[in-house]
């Protein structure tokens, strides 16, 4: 189940025009919960997928190299 919501995650990140959203963007636009939402960004953090950029109080994930699995 984990792998099939960082893909989905990955999904919405590679089909927004800049490839980035807040963790409330992501939970509005997959129709996941908040925790299953962070378990997933949390995975793709540890693997470097994204990137966490930190504007005011909100982090925006932002789509890393290295997409495809390498």
Same mark, same amino acid.
């Given at each position: 189940? $984990?792998?099939? $919501?960082?893909n989905?995650?990955? #999904?919405? @990140? !590679? ?5 980035? @959203?807040?963790?409330? =963007?992501?939970?509005?636009?997959? #129709?996941?919960s ?6 997933? @960004?949390? *995975? @793709? =953090? ?7 950029? !930190?504007?005011?109080m909100a !982090?925006?994930?932002?789509?890393s190299?290295?997409l495809? #699995? *390498?």
């Open positions: 189940m $984990v792998d099939n $919501v960082v989905k995650i990955v #999904g919405i @990140l !590679k089909r927004n025009d800049d490839g980035s @959203l807040t963790i409330s =963007e992501l939970v509005r636009v997959s #129709g996941l908040r925790c299953v939402v962070r378990t997933g @960004l949390a *995975r @793709l =953090e540890g693997a470097e997928r994204v990137s966490v950029r !930190k504007i005011g !982090k925006v994930y932002i789509l190299g290295g495809d #699995g *390498r």
